[in-house]
């Protein structure tokens, strides 16, 4: 094991100044999936002990690609969590914590299970999934989904880094997804475990960008 005494933001720095590794690219059509920009995980001023902000103006980002995507005829995805009012449905999960803001108690229909106000959700097009995990594959339709709109590239946006946009990115490697991460659109509780998972990101699992690439790629998308 590698020992240093930077932070986990200048490693990071370091490693995409550096790339060890070809990147994977995008391929010839995208989805992009916006994983939980819920009241839980975006209201820091509601819910101080579970919300984060990284960057000020991510919502504004993901909101600005989706739309892109969406204009295109791309295909964008939002997920939120929630659990039954009994937490029957969150599994071992939910047996660390039982709190009044532990993760088994953001209920169907509740504040926290609301996605933020700020989120533009076309739900006429968009798909929209509640979901248990982490990943936002694990058990709901976006696997076939994907398969169903022939996308081989995914863009990943939510929160937070380290958990469930990690475990998102993770999954769609092992779907066989070209994956990218745009920096300025996820976002974790700590800027120690969001630079270090957007690290190991880039090292192995994901395309960690500048959110004007996706930007720019959405632009010559011919369709």
């Not at 994977?24 to 995208?30: D, Q």
């Not at 920009?37 to 600005?64: G, S």
């Not at 993770?170 to 779907?175: F, G, I, K, R």
Request: with cysteine.
């Amino acid at each position: 094991m590698t020992r240093s005494d930077k932070t986990a933001r200048e490693i990071f720095e370091e490693v995409r100044a550096n790339p060890a590794r070809a990147r994977f690219g995008f391929g010839e059509k995208l989805a992009v999936i916006n994983v939980d920009p819920q009241k839980a995980y975006t209201r820091p001023d509601l819910f101080p002990k579970t919300a984060y902000v990284t960057d000020p103006d991510q919502l504004d980002h993901i909101n600005a690609i989706s739309a892109k995507a969406r204009a295109k005829g791309l295909p964008v995805v939002w997920t939120h969590v929630a659990y039954m009012e009994n937490a029957a449905d969150a599994g071992v999960w939910g047996t660390r914590t039982d709190t009044p803001d532990s993760l088994q108690n953001i209920k169907y229909g509740s504040t926290r299970h609301e996605f933020d106000d700020r989120v533009e959700i076309d739900a006429t097009v968009d798909a929209v999934y509640t979901k248990r995990m982490p990943s936002a594959f694990f058990e709901t339709p976006l696997a076939s989904f994907l398969v169903w709109h022939r996308v081989d590239t995914v863009v990943i946006t939510g929160g937070s880094t380290s958990g469930c946009v990690r475990a998102t990115a993770v999954d769609a490697l092992s779907h066989g997804y070209r994956t990218i991460v745009p920096m300025e659109c996820v976002a974790d509780k700590h800027e120690s475990y969001h630079y270090a998972n957007l690290t190991d990101l880039q090292l192995k699992y994901a395309d960690v960008v500048e959110v004007k690439e996706v930007h720019e790629w959405l632009d010559g998308y011919q369709g």
